[in-house]
């Protein structure tokens, strides 16, 4: 009866060290390093996995804070060609344990850029499966800026009815002032025109001539 | 056909060829012949070559639509076209003037005329607002419809622009914030109603003087265009994937010849392409000279219209292309993923070009087969993508300027693009302006010297007032509506009345006559025939199995509902009843007139001979 408990211990501790995919703490990491780097694409390896390994250690270390990871805490399994595996993280004050997913999210989203940065890589690119990647939000300016084009538009064409308005004001207040004058101008010249009507008597057509008839 | 109606007095009411010889007045005058054709290019060129054109032409069998197109560009088109200049030039007034001359009973077409004009000029400054809209909006980087905003709390894309798409969501969102369905009106967008003002506003200070500042305003609003095409022509061809969309466009498919909807479709475009039976282009005839070749004009126009909506296709079609191929390349590199991820498979074994064999060789091995088809990827075509094509606002507002987002530099193309539209309209409405302005100042409403500066600015004012239904919550409905039936049967109507007042009633004898006098030789047999037989014929035709097809056809509108379920696919609804009313008002009232205003005028005879009659005795 003893012996089947120590053994079954014994079997948990093993179980409990060696990484399974689909576990409730495990996580499957995934990178794209073809898609996101083309050409100068490095090539995944052992030593990768090692940098990998670290940088989570670190990440783990900032989150909490006083329990000093080491890479032997990360335990990595299921590589695949595709450059996908899982990891898991074992705690440093009980050896047996797993650290909760929940606790591994957060140190991961805490230290994203700098895990990303380690690789060369994006959110994108480097997905942690069950962790969304974080939404950059757009930039909004202050004003709108169709406000500013619409204000600088608006401008130009109030400027222009403001400009053909008063021209065509000034027109015709000048077009009234000079039909005036015209007209009191025309009276002048009707009067003149009237008293030249009878014009001056020229005596050398006077009928005299009927007199010299023969 | 050499018949003619009895019109008594016509002598009397139409300037004598003595009178034309020695006109002087204060008639408006063209500063140049290049200002006249401009201005006829541009109202005859607008937004239909660009957004209805290229649509007809790729749905009703690509290349092979040149061919109803063209025959009836030259059987309708031209011969209507010559006949308007021809009686603008002869008799030299505004459309209602024209037919208050010709005969005191067809006033009614020139006042259904102007109502058209009015109508249509409504709903055609609201697309240009909406133009506008997207021209001020275009001036940030990155372009606000190549993102989706995020939510509140800003962990996810909003939901609406997630299931459809940052463009589609931009367009019924953010710009009209469409309601789901015509009743509910909503409120007034006070975004569109500040573009409405802008564009009320730019349409006022290019009309405040008549031809004078319009005349100056087309050598920019009618060359730009022009312009603004050759550059996305070229930037067109140099990215990848324009050739398929051209190829595409022209693919000629000569069935489609059999089938009688293509040749209504290519009928239906010539016609309301040239913008005919406004009375725009009569006005802008009447300020030509008398012995201006209206012939030749006729042609040249016509021939620039027909070329302009082919070359707009092309480039559209290029620009349509390359949209289509980067959906393609989208839709490829998302199976591709897919495929990888699930089946851990290296990246790089599966490219674009070994998309097909590597999916077959996955497929027949064993192991990978039924996780294949548990991925149930999508298939992707090209045909597919680029048949996908929308026309009107949905091709400018969402197809073109999803495609602009993927090309490098988009602000920029982003604000050529508006640019064009804009000028396009704003050209097509100083026709609409002029078609409204001048009867109104033939009707003797306001006293003799109203200032031309105050009529316009009534007309705009009023207008823009009106056009505010447009810019509620369900104003794209309203468009839709106007857009179907306000400038459709009326203007089939009106140009059959137009030709057979001319040609019956004002007598094609004197017409000819009067070409002769004006440019020199009588018009050939082509005009005669086209004049007389051919085109009220096609005319005719075309409004009846427009009528009988719209009758027959249950009234449906498509309306955008997130809460619907095949979201973001458009919702059809069927009218309600009162919209019928609407519909009766917009189509039936500008039809109606024509007969209510004769009968009007003869009761008004009969009327003043009885009075006559008493005071005799």
Known sequence: MLEKLLILLFA??????????????????????????????????????????????????????????????????????????????????????????????????????????????????????????????????????????????????????????????????????????????????????????????????????????? | MKFALPNPGLEDRIPSYENLETEVGDRPKWDNKAQYLLTCVGFCVGLGNVWRFPYLCQSHGGGAFMIPFLILLVLEGIPLLHLE??????????????????????????????????????????????????????????????????????????????????????????????????????????????????????????????????????????????????????RGLTLEGSLEGIKFLFTPDLNELINPSTWLDAGAQVFYSFSLAFGGLISFSSYNSVHNNCEQDAVIISIINGCTSVYAATVIYSIIGFRATEQFNACLDGNIQTLMNTLDLAEGSITRNNYTESLQRLNSSDVYHPIIQELSLSSCDLQTFLSEAMEGTGLAFIVFTEAITKMPVSPLWAVLFFVMLFCLGLSTMFGSIEGVVVPLQDLRIFPKNFPKEALTGIVCAVSFLIALIFSMRSGDYWLALFDSFAGSVPLLIIAFCEMVAVVYIYGIDRFNKDIEFMIGHKPNLFWQATWRVVSPLIVLFIFVFYLVSKISSKLTYITWNPASEN???????????????????????????????????????CICNKNTHKIHF
């Open chain 2, 567 to 605: 979201f973001p696919k458009l919702e059809e609804l069927s009218y309600p009843d009162w919209v019928y009313v609407i519909i009766f008002i917009l189509s039936g009232a500008p039809s109606l007139i024509i007969p209510v205003f004769a009968l009007y005028k003869w009761l008004q005879k």
């Open chain 2, 85 to 234: 200049f021809a009686i603008g030039q002869r008799l030299r007034k505004g459309s209602l003037s024209v037919w208050g001359s010709i005969n005191p009973y067809l006033t009614g077409v020139g006042i259904a005329s102007m109502v058209v004009s009015f109508l249509v000029g409504m709903y055609y400054n609201t697309i240009i607002a909406w133009v506008l809209w997207y021209f001020f909006n275009s001036f940030q980087s990155p372009l606000p419809w190549s993102q989706c905003p995020l939510t509140e709390n800003k962990t996810d894309l909003v939901s609406e622009c997630a299931r459809s798409s940052s463009v589609d969501y931009f367009w019924y969102r953010q710009t009209l914030n469409i309601s789901t369905s015509i009743e509910e009106s909503g409120g007034l967008q006070w975004s569109m109603v500040l573009c409405l003002v802008a564009a009320w506003s730019v349409l006022y200070v290019c009309c405040i003087r008549g031809i004078e500042t319009t005349g100056k305003a087309v050598y920019v609003t009618s060359t730009l265009p022009y312009a603004v095409l050759t550059i996305f022509l070229i």
């Open chain 1, 12 to 214: 948990s501790n093993v179980l409990a060290q060696v990484c399974m995919p689909d576990a409730p703490e495990a996580y499957k990491v995934r990178l794209s390093i073809k898609t996101a780097l083309g050409d100068q694409a490095y090539t995944w390896n052992d030593n990768e996995l090692y940098l990998f390994r670290a940088t989570l250690a670190f990440a783990m270390r900032n989150y909490l804070s006083g329990q000093l990871f080491d890479v032997s805490n990360i335990l990595v399994c299921n590589e695949t060609e595709r450059v996908s595996f899982w990891f898991m993280v074992k705690s440093v004050t009980n050896p047996t344990t797993l650290i909760e997913k929940q606790h591994v999210e957060n140190a991961i989203k805490e230290s994203r850029h700098r895990i990303n940065s380690a690789f060369l890589l994006t959110d994108q690119t480097l997905e942690f499966l069950g962790i969304l990647p974080t939404l950059a939000s757009p930039f909004v300016p202050a004003t709108p800026p169709w406000l500013i084009a619409f204000g600088v538009v608006m401008g130009v064409v109030g400027a222009g009815i403001v400009y053909f308005l008063v021209a065509a004001v000034v027109q015709r207040k000048r077009k009234k002032t000079l039909d005036e004058e015209e007209e009191a101008k025309g009276a002048t010249e009707n009067e003149i025109a009237g008293e030249n009507l009878d014009g001056i008597y020229n005596t050398s057509f006077s009928d005299d001539e009927k007199v010299t008839e023969m």
